[in-house]
């Protein structure tokens, strides 16, 4: 069972890795630092955008909207994190 739970852990780690770059990537890219017309680039934010986009979009339906600001990837984040605590925390040994 401990298996288990590490390769559940593991895997809200590697989402939550996926995510903060998702995010990084996004800035760099509204600041005009990467170009999205290269292919690669393309390639890769559009398979981030299709690994992260379902769990933001689900929050952004909850969540009211500060202006420009998204706090939508803070709430996944935080989410993920606190769903990560609670399976150490309480899984049978």
């Known amino acids: 069972m401990n298996s288990l739970l590490g390769l559940i852990i593991q895997i809200i780690n590697l989402y939550q890795f996926i995510l903060l770059i998702y995010i990084i990537a996004t800035w760099l890219l509204n600041f005009n ?50 769903v990560k605590s609670l399976l150490i925390e309480y899984w049978p040994r």
Request: charge should be positive.
């Open 33 to 82: 630092i990467i170009n999205s017309s290269n292919r690669f680039v393309y390639s890769i934010m559009e398979a981030m955008h299709r690994l992260c986009e379902p769990s933001l979009n689900l929050v952004r339906r909850y969540v009211p909207s500060f202006g420009t600001v998204d706090i939508s990837a803070i709430i996944v984040y935080l989410g993920l994190w606190f």
